[in-house]
């Protein structure tokens, strides 16, 4: 596996997880290594500072995923329609995340296991609100197959949906 930092701007920072194929793996150290069939192993994971209010928060969130959603989920035929479902998740759940924050940083992170691509942001210093109450919640329980909250490291919640490829 080859891990990628990297930083957009001073607000944004991220990892890349890449991961060879079983037939390229010997070969990563290969000058001739064919680099061009890298793949993100499953997820992308970035964070938003403490300085951003919730709009930024969400707008550097949804920057930084939609310039690297094409790579983690490829070409599969509804492609579209996902990186869309995606975006809207997590602008929402960035945007709900930042205003209730129970740690300094907005941690997101996007997975796909090749069937669902996972969106959670964290951490939240209240148990998910109802959709009554934070009505973007409506847009993420419509799009998501399934939403819930676990425990995090900082005494808050990290919220998670998972939206079907």
């Known amino acids: 596996m080859i891990e990628l930092m990297f930083e957009i701007g001073a607000?944004?920072?991220g990892r890349l997880d890449v991961m060879l194929s079983?037939?390229?793996h010997g070969l990563q150290n290969a000058p001739s290594a064919p680099w061009r069939h890298l793949a993100l192993d499953s997820?992308?994971?970035f964070s938003v500072?403490?300085?951003a209010a919730p709009a930024?928060?969400?707008a550097r969130g949804t920057a930084f995923a939609r310039r690297t959603l094409p790579v983690l989920i490829g070409s599969a035929s509804n492609t579209d329609a996902v990186r869309q479902d995606v975006l809207a998740v997590l602008t929402e759940l960035v945007d709900i995340t930042a205003r209730y924050r129970a740690s300094a940083d907005v941690i997101s992170r996007v997975a796909f296991d090749g069937v669902d691509v996972t969106v959670s942001v964290g951490e939240m210093g209240v148990a998910l609100p109802p959709p009554e109450d934070e009505p973007g919640l409506y847009l993420v329980h419509r799009v998501a197959d399934d939403v819930g909250q676990h425990e995090g490291f900082d005494g808050g919640y990290v919220t998670w949906a998972a939206i079907r490829v």
């Open 49 to 51: 500072g403490p300085d």
């Open 11 to 13: 607000q944004v920072t």
């Open 22 to 24: 079983s037939t390229e």
């Open 43 to 45: 997820n992308i994971t």
């Open 56 to 58: 930024q928060a969400m």
